[in-house]
Nanobody, 123 residues
């Protein structure tokens, strides 16, 4: 199983970016997909997460600016980030929680992280 993120980069304050994360492998289902971020010298924090059924929640700091969505058929989660602020600068990590995948004779469950993508917002 592998999670591959894309879409990070450098943007001016007030701009937008869209992050994507695609999970690949012998995946059966993924209960929750989400985005976390970690700024230098700070702990990793939840940005937003979404269930298979579409129930989403997000950090107060991004409410009204960031939107999380997912395509279950593609095992892909997106994060649309608008009105970006310098304090949004961080490495953004994709997470797949309760990911079920096929193994010989059955299935296994695990939690997986992407490699991270840098988002830098200049003032």
């Amino acid at each position: 199983v592998q999670l591959v993120e894309s879409g990070g980069g450098l943007v001016q304050a007030g701009g937008s970016l869209r992050l994507s994360c695609a999970a690949s492998g012998s995946i059966i289902s993924i209960n929750v997909m989400g985005w976390y971020r970690q700024a230098p010298g700070k702990q990793r924090e939840l940005v937003a997460r979404i269930t298979t059924g579409g129930t989403a929640n997000s950090a107060d700091s991004v409410k009204g600016r960031f939107t999380i969505s997912r395509d279950n058929a593609k095992n892909t989660v997106y994060l649309q980030m608008n009105s970006l602020k310098p304090e949004d600068t961080a490495v953004y990590y994709c997470n797949a929680e309760d990911l079920y995948y096929r193994v010989p004779g059955g299935r296994q469950r695990g939690n997986y992280w992407g490699q991270g993508t840098q988002v830098t917002v200049s003032s």
